[in-house]
Nanobody, 118 residues
Framework: QVQLLESGGGLVQAGGSLRLSCAAS????????MGWFRQAPGKERELVATMIWSTGNTVYGESVKGRFTVSNDNAKNLIYLQMNSLKPEDTAVYYC???????????WGQGTLVTVSS
């Protein structure tokens, strides 16, 4: 089983930046992709960004394109989310996920809270 540990959340003013990290441990010998999702109060969980491990290809949610950047350290099974130009509507719990193969169900981290004040 894979375990995920997110870090880096906190309180930031609008226009500021934060960097989230997610470390995968356990059975990480196979990684298809890792990514970030978020869930705001009363809303459904939505895609922020994902990265396919073998190619480095990335997919971003429409609301974060041009402001957020996902990157990784393949050797250390780490994924990062650099968040710039933060807006109050970015306030949410951010979750990291991991899939061993394209057909595997995702494993989720416990989440880290990001609060953007206006």
């Amino acid at each position: 089983q894979v375990q995920l540990l997110e870090s880096g959340g906190g309180l930031v003013q609008a226009g500021g930046s934060l960097r989230l990290s997610c470390a995968a441990s356990g059975r990480t010998f196979s990684t298809f992709d890792m990514g970030w999702f978020r869930q705001a109060p009363g809303k459904e969980r939505e895609l922020v960004a994902t990265m396919i491990w073998s190619t480095g290809n990335t997919v971003y949610g429409e609301s974060v394109k041009g402001r957020f950047t996902v990157s990784n350290d393949n050797a250390k099974n780490l994924i990062y989310l650099q968040m710039n130009s933060l807006k109050p509507e970015d306030t949410a719990v951010y979750y990291c996920n991991h899939r061993s193969t394209v057909l595997s169900p995702p494993v989720w981290g416990q989440g880290t809270l990001v609060t953007v004040s206006s």
